[in-house]
């Protein structure tokens, strides 16, 4: 048993009750691996934000849970290192079931997601208590779902979207003592949001997505009032990055995201936790490609990954100034 509090880590407790009281949105960033862990680290103490760095199952598998979080002990010790102490979080997203909330728990993690949105309400309720009542024991904090979001969440693929009930809100806070909510309003996760036919075009025919729900946020607001809320699916596809990867060999067609502005609105709300993955992704393949179209006799490695760490820290950087308004409040 290793407790998060041994590597430096804090749960989000406090993190978020600053947020929701300071109208900002903690960035949750995902990482698989040591450059996105250094981008994520130096962008946030240059910006002096507060930040969770999100592991998946599928980060797990690829990348080994254990090297994960020595990873995450290491980027404390980093932080420091770079001059500037941020509370940083380790946190399970999209935990599938008990098991893996609890392994997790077990070995470092000072946040864990229960995922249940995809069963029906009884057993999401059920599923998020278990996991609350021994996550609390251990002073880790839980965020539970309701609503299905659109696109691919880790091994669950769902087609359409499912916008979160306001009047289930309070009922499953309630029985399951939840520390946060993640919710459905219309974002969607990976690269491809939407469809080109939910879009319209503006007049540069570029694809603008269906805006978010916020009349169905506002309802959940006043339902909850100052309760965290966490919004999934949030990356907003820049379109400089797309174009420069299908100039540079790349095929990605008809991506499309949620608009920044949007986004911003958002976090000024009881929004206080915003997921961002595919952005990082995208700008990572996008420094690769060129840097590889460009330099051909290149072959090691930190050739091109220094390129593509340097490129998603100035996106995280530009997400915590501009977007999420976490800058300076760490
Ligand atoms: O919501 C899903 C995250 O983007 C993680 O994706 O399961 O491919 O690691 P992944
Ligand atoms: P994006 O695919 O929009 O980056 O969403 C990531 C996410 O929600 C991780 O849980
Ligand atoms: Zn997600």
Redesign the pocket.
């Known amino acids: 048993m290793t407790s998060y509090k041994e590597l430096g880590l804090v749960n989000t407790k406090d993190m978020f009750a600053k947020a929701v009281e300071g109208g900002y949105a903690i960035p ?1 960033y ?1 990482f698989n691996n040591m450059e996105q862990m250094q981008a994520i680290i130096q962008a946030c103490v240059e910006t002096k934000s507060p930040v969770i760095l ?1 592991v ?1 199952a599928g980060a797990r598998k690829y990348a080994n849970g254990t090297l994960l979080r020595n990873m995450a002990k290491g980027a404390v010790e980093y932080a420091k290192e770079l001059g500037y102490e941020i509370p940083i979080v380790l946190h399970l ?2 935990g599938a079931d008990f098991e893996i909330c609890k392994e997790c728990i077990d070995n470092g993690f000072s946040s864990v ?1 229960i995922d249940g949105s995809h069963h029906p309400y009884e057993e999401n309720v059920a599923l998020t208590k278990k996991v609350v009542e021994y996550a609390h024991q251990h002073d880790v904090t839980v965020e539970g779902e309701l609503g299905v ?1 659109a ?1 691919i ?1 880790d091994d669950v693929v769902a087609e359409k979207s499912t916008y979160t009930q306001p009047e289930e809100v309070i009922d499953f806070v309630s029985k399951t003592g939840v520390d946060s909510l993640a919710i459905s309003i219309g ?5 491809n ?1 939407f469809t080109p036919e939910q879009c319209t075009r503006n007049a540069e025919g570029i694809l603008v997505p269906p805006p978010l729900r916020f009349d169905i946020l506002e309802e959940i607001e006043k339902k909850l009032p100052g309760f965290p809320i966490v ?5 907003s ?1 820049p379109q400089d990055q797309v174009k420069i990867i299908n100039e540079n060999g790349g095929a990605l067609k008809d991506a499309v ?2 608009p920044e502005e949007q986004l911003r609105t958002a976090s000024k709300s009881a929004v206080c936790k915003i ?7 995208l700008a990572m393949t996008a420094a690769i490609r060129k840097h590889m179209a460009e330099n051909p006799s290149h072959f090691d490695p930190r050739q091109y990954l220094s390129p593509a760490r340097e490129s998603l820290k100035e996106i995280y950087k530009a997400k915590n100034i501009n977007v999420l308004g976490s800058a300076n409040q760490a």
């Open positions: 949750a995902n999100q998946s997203d999209h997601m979001l696109g969440e974002t969607s996760h990976g690269a949001k919004l999934h699916g949030s990356s596809v995201g949620i997921n961002i993955d595919s952005d990082g992704r």
